[in-house]
């Protein structure tokens, strides 16, 4: 898997700005890509398992949209996010199971994410604990773009900034993220 983040490593703050401004056009006009979004057991990448994934193209229509059975407790934490129960995903696929679909709607394709350092590493761990075929994919931070969008200095670089009407429900962070790309593409 390729992580492509393209940014000038926050070097000015007006021209970052105007860099995503001008990736958020690029990916209206292409429409190459497609929204990945994941609702899991917790915030490790290593050792949370996926509870809900949603794989959204660029016009919002669903590609892949599925609860997932983790084969572990949801902790009470993680449901009061995301509003997940155990008994919602008693009956539902594994990873392994919707594993197929997702790398058929994904593989070789551009896939946008709103914290890509989360979303990927955390897919990658899913497949090496189940010996399941890696998904070869590029992957883009759509957070990273929005952070120079708003132009807040942090530690190191801009300070990361919510998804704006973040529901937390995979759909709907696909669809907050679509939104998210046409608002940096207009302003």
């Known amino acids: 898997m390729v ?4 940014l000038s490593l926050f070097s000015n703050a007006e021209s970052d700005h105007a860099e995503s401004v001008a990736w958020a056009r690029e990916k209206l006009d ?3 890509w497609l929204i990945l979004d994941t ?3 917790g915030l490790s990448t290593k050792t ?3 509870v809900e994934v949603a794989v959204l193209d660029p016009a919002g229509n669903v590609v892949l949209d599925t609860l997932v059975n983790p084969e572990i407790e949801i902790p009470e934490g993680a449901r009061r996010i995301h509003g997940i129960s155990n008994l919602d995903v008693i009956d539902s696929p594994t990873i392994a199971g919707i594993w197929p679909d997702l790398a058929a709607a994904i593989e070789n394709r551009l896939v946008l994410c709103y914290n890509v350092n989360y979303d990927k590493p955390l897919l990658e761990n899913e497949a090496a604990r189940g010996g399941l075929q890696p998904i ?4 883009q931070c759509v957070m990273l773009r929005y952070a120079a969008y708003v132009g807040e200095p942090g530690f190191g670089g801009y300070r990361y900034q919510k998804l704006p009407s973040a529901g937390h429900r995979a759909k709907d962070d696909c669809i907050a993220t679509i939104e998210l790309i046409h608002k940096m593409a207009t302003l």
Do not use: C, L, Q
Not at 3 to 6: D, K, L, R, T, V
Not at 136 to 139: E, F, G, H, K
């Open 136 to 139: 070869d994919a590029v992957w």
């Open 3 to 6: 992580i492509e983040m393209g």
């Open 30 to 32: 292409s429409k190459e």
């Open 39 to 41: 609702e899991t057991t």
């Open 48 to 50: 949370s398992r996926v």
